[in-house]
Nanobody
Framework: QVQLVESGGGFVQAGGSLRLSCAASGSTFAINTLGWYRQAPGKEREWVADIASDGRTNYTNSVKGRFTISGDNAMNTVYLQMNKLNAEDTAVYYC??????????????WGQGTQVTVSS
């Protein structure tokens, strides 16, 4: 089992910055990737970025060059530095942890979400 707790959301004007944090606990040694998803009102949840246990990072195109994901090698904490925010970034942001078992079988864990609101 893995527990995820996000923090750092809030209200910011367009062009501003926010930093999200996610603290993982439990069986963190088994985590393969930590990442961030977001869900805007009336839209489906979408993947934003992730970081693997070997440090490799991936981003969705709309945030490349503006967002930076980072974390510790122990996969205990993951951050999302968000710069040059715009109204389209407004959403609830969820931390995600993936554990891959032989098979392969994927097990996803989710945090409770943190609201990010960008005013234009």
């Amino acid at each position: 089992q893995v527990q995820l707790v996000e923090s750092g959301g809030g209200f910011v004007q367009a062009g501003g910055s926010l930093r999200l944090s996610c603290a993982a606990s439990g069986s963190t040694f088994a985590i393969n990737t930590l990442g961030w998803y977001r869900q805007a009102p009336g839209k489906e949840r979408e993947w934003v970025a992730d970081i693997a246990s070997d440090g490799r990072t991936n981003y969705t195109n709309s945030v490349k060059g503006r967002f930076t994901i980072s974390g510790d090698n122990a996969m205990n904490t993951v951050y999302l530095q968000m710069n040059k925010l715009n109204a389209e970034d407004t959403a609830v942001y969820y931390c995600n942890a993936v554990i891959i078992y032989a098979g392969p079988y994927f097990l996803n864990y989710w945090g409770q979400g943190t609201q990010v609101t960008v005013s234009s």
